[in-house]
């Protein structure tokens, strides 16, 4: 179990009170202590305050590049986890302390664009794939989101021009290229 919001323990609350009561009393230790030198231990209803709101995985300076990138891969794993069961706000916010860490990792600004996707932040969500996209200029995924994003804003000619990028970028990508053909 993760968090309060594991898919596991969906439902729980409503389901089961007694049961919800009782889990959220249970100690646990911080899911990434064995990635990283995190030493938390507290009540399970706490586990994803302490992922998202404690500077713990959030890096002082205090990382060197390897250490910092193990913490941005567990908080990755996190955020991940909370995304695939809906907590979009949590998972952003996890996203958001993982790039703080390793503001070059391609993926991590692409899982937050999606994030933003999710809870219709659309101008966000194409800033971070922009972003993603510096990092990555190969990075389609990144291109295609932007553009559902576009379309979401009714900025259409936008979004064709990231369609449009993203196949002068990746020459074998299967799309057709005669509409970008000036």
Known sequence: LT????????GLKSGCPLGWRVLA????RCPLSEATSCAWTGMYSELQSH?????EHGGGGDLNEQQAETHALGLKGQANELYSSGNYDDAMRLYT?????CPEMVTLWSNRAAAHFQLRHYSLCVADCERAVECDPSFTKAYVRAAQAHVQLGNL????????????CVPNICLSRTACLD
């Open 157 to 168: 000619d936008s979004a064709l021009v990231s369609l449009c990028a993203c196949v002068h």
């Open 25 to 28: 009393r249970v100690s646990v």
């Open 3 to 10: 968090g309060p919001t594991d898919k596991n323990i969906q």
């Open 51 to 55: 992922l998202t709101d404690s500077g």
């Open 97 to 101: 302390k993982a790039i703080a860490l």
